[in-house]
């Protein structure tokens, strides 16, 4: 992006209206121009309309840029559970370390959206930190979907620590969490969840089946949530 282009863009950030500013922030994100993020973190803080200031936060971690996360992480404070959700998605995209901490304050939180950005947030960061709090979480989750959220997380950072810990979720009652069970085992080591794969390719769920068919054969899957 030219001085001139990135100028014209960061005066409409300032004085645009809210389709303006979605608009410019849409280009800088296609962009991948990170000279602007000084721009969108004083952009963040004077921002009132709440849909740019999401598209501020998920163009901030799109972009890839460390120098975002005290903001985003100051931003986890706020009363408005979306943005503290973008935020958490965010420095997921970031991998901030950092954040581990202040996300898994939110695995409580009692709106599921926003408990779902924090575990794959937390998925996205991965480390011994996120893997305990993630670990600690699940025995003693009761609520099918943050069950499967736990479980898609774990999935993501594939540490084999978590194995045993997920093999049970293989018999749970709720289709969804089985799917994610057989999903997050993919990721770890399929041949050594060999056998309890067989079992699931005679589960009443057809994606079960088809999940676990796809692992037995060694072959990636994703789960679209």
Avoid at 18 to 30: M, Q, R
Avoid at 50 to 68: E, P, W, Y
Avoid at 100 to 127: E, K, M, P, Y
Avoid at 159 to 171: C, H, Q, T, V
Wanted: hydrophobic share 40%; proline share 2%; with cysteine.
């Amino acid at each position: 992006m030219d001085e001139r282009t990135l100028t014209v863009l960061v005066r409409k950030l300032k004085r645009g209206s809210e389709h303006e500013k979605i608009s410019v922030l849409s280009l800088i994100c296609d962009s991948g121009d990170k000279r602007v993020v000084p721009e969108l973190l004083a952009a963040l803080k004077r921002e009132q309309n709440t849909a740019v200031c999401l598209r501020i936060i998920c163009t901030l971690g799109r972009l890839g840029d460390s120098r975002a996360e005290p903001s985003l992480m100051e931003m986890l404070s706020s009363p408005d559970w979306r943005i503290k959700a973008q935020c958490a998605q965010a420095l997921g995209e970031l991998k901030a370390v950092q954040a581990v901490d202040r996300l898994v304050t939110f695995l409580g939180d009692q709106n599921d959206l926003l408990h779902w950005s924090v575990c794959d947030a937390l998925g996205s960061i991965g480390g011994e930190k996120a893997l305990g709090h993630l670990l600690d979480t699940l025995e003693r989750v009761r609520n099918n979907r943050r069950c499967w959220h736990i479980i898609y997380a774990l999935g993501k950072i594939g540490d084999e620590k978590a194995f045993d810990r997920i093999i049970p979720f293989l018999s749970h009652p709720d289709s969804v969490v089985r799917r994610h069970a057989v999903l997050a085992l993919r990721q770890m080591d399929w041949r050594r969840a060999r056998n309890y794969l067989k079992k699931c390719l005679k589960d009443v769920d057809g994606d079960v089946r088809h999940y676990a068919d796809e692992a037995l054969r060694g072959q990636v899957s994703t789960f679209d949530i």
